[in-house]
């Protein structure tokens, strides 16, 4: 499929802002403009790479507003969830019909990519072959049919080291088997990641480092939440970073997610390590659980993007949204951020933590992933800046028109491959809500 979008209002990337039209041959980006191209007239409108949410529990969107999860400490809403998730059964069907729900909304309001970090397993983590592959493979297929590209971290949370890293095996070997746990046609990515210091040992961080390692796969974790610090002072006497710096966890091929409460001495060391950084903001500033300086984090050099993480805290997957909240409390914390830094994070920024240099912006050669936006209503009206307006106007806007690898997947504000109604009826039937 070739697509021309012309007559834009701002074409903008990391990269710069123009008023060029932008030309699209097959999944990539060209320089001009393929004969009988479809052309789409997006005057009134500034157009954006897709945003890449490189943090997500997509099965969290199956348990929002829960009872016991709202104004309360970390230590108290993890077992409330894990309480919820038994009840339900964790197996394919309910990861299916979750990340359908979730990466459509994610879809509808601009999210071309999706990071999931799946750290919750049947049986508490003794899934077999079989049954981890199956949990996977509902996430991927939700993704192949709605239309995005999906980067899906096999997690852990306390689960046995040895099981966790042949899952994570088994995984990758199912999805993505090429080396860099990247599909062929580059829709499916394979990480692994355990949540924490908080909950994981180092053999668990080891185990999956080695298959990390064995197949080039990118490393995902979180720390220096509420709960994270505590209990890694009470348990071994350290700091989460620490500890990781110690197991071998920092280093260029890591992402760690949240980042709340970090000292100078260990933002100058994540620094050093070339460690990249997932903001969080959707979910840390509601819950309580802290803000991340990421000011500071980007002044020392460390690359930032930014994820919702999941819908037990955060309630929502809008990651547009919780860019305008973090450039929002970000003068909280330090010296408030732009807008173009936020969107810079949402997109280029949480690419390169995923090892993508292909996702993210829109030079010619890379992946066609664009988001178009409407800026002509009446919610946008006296912008000065309309690329600046997408983060400080409208909350909650949604693209009129989402292309992922080349293929129209939300046209005029509506979903291509599926039909928002039956994803809300199926969810809503899988698990009695």
């Known amino acids: 499929m070739s697509i021309t979008l012309h007559d834009p209002l701002s074409v903008w990337s990391a990269e710069g802002e123009s008023v060029r039209d932008l030309h699209v041959a097959g999944v990539d980006i060209v320089e001009a403009a393929v004969p009988d191209a479809e052309r789409i007239d997006v005057s009134g409108c500034v157009v954006t790479p897709g945003l890449v949410n490189a943090h997500h529990h997509l099965m969290q969107s199956a348990f929002r507003t829960l009872p016991g999860t709202r104004r309360v400490a970390m230590r108290d809403w993890l077992p409330v969830m894990a309480a919820a998730y038994r009840e339900a059964t964790i197996d394919g069907s309910l990861t299916y019909a979750a990340a359908r729900a979730a990466i459509a909304e994610g879809l509808l309001s601009g999210v071309t990519t999706v990071a999931d970090h799946q750290l919750n397993w049947p049986d508490g983590g003794d899934v077999g072959r079989d049954r981890g592959i199956e949990v996977a493979d509902g996430v991927a297929r939700a993704a192949r049919e709605v239309g995005a590209r999906l980067v899906f971290v096999r997690g852990t949370a306390g689960d046995d080291a040895r099981v966790a890293a042949a899952s994570a095996d088994a995984i990758a070997e199912e999805l993505a088997p090429a080396r860099g746990g990247l599909s062929i046609d580059g829709m499916v990515q394979v990480a692994v990641g355990p949540a924490g210091v908080h909950s994981d040992r180092r053999e668990t961080f080891d185990a999956l480092a080695d298959v990390a390692r064995r197949r080039g796969l990118r490393r995902r974790t979180q720390a220096n939440e509420q709960v994270d610090t505590?209990?890694?002072?009470?348990?071994?006497?350290?700091?989460?970073?620490?500890?990781?710096?110690?197991?071998?966890?920092?280093?260029?091929?890591?992402?760690?997610?949240?980042?709340?409460?970090?000292?100078?001495?260990?933002?100058?060391?994540?620094?050093?390590?070339?460690?990249?950084?997932t903001h969080a903001p959707g979910c840390d500033v509601p819950m309580g659980w802290g803000i991340s300086p990421v000011r500071a984090l980007l002044d020392a050099g460390i690359g930032v993007g930014l994820g919702t993480s999941g819908g037990g805290s955060n309630d929502a997957g809008h990651l547009l949204a919780d860019a305008r909240l973090a450039m929002q409390v970000s003068g909280l914390v330090g010296t408030q951020l732009d807008a173009r830094d936020l969107l810079t994070a949402a997109t280029s920024g949480s690419a390169a933590g995923l090892g993508r240099d292909d996702l993210g912006g829109l030079a010619p050669g890379m992946s066609a992933d664009i988001c178009v936006w409407d800026v002509s209503g009446v919610s946008d009206a006296g912008s000065a800046d309309p690329v600046a307006g997408l983060l400080w106007m409208s909350p909650g806007r949604r693209p009129r028109h989402v292309i992922v690898a080349g293929r129209f997947v939300v046209r005029d504000y509506r979903l291509v491959s599926a039909e928002e109604a039956e994803i809300t009826a199926a969810l809503r039937a899988r698990v009695g809500r």
């Open 230 to 277: 505590e209990i890694a002072l009470a348990r071994y006497g350290r700091r989460p970073i620490d500890l990781l710096d110690e197991w071998g966890w920092l280093e260029d091929d890591v992402t760690i997610a949240h980042l709340c409460d970090v000292t100078s001495d260990e933002i100058a060391l994540l620094a050093d390590r070339r460690v990249t950084a």
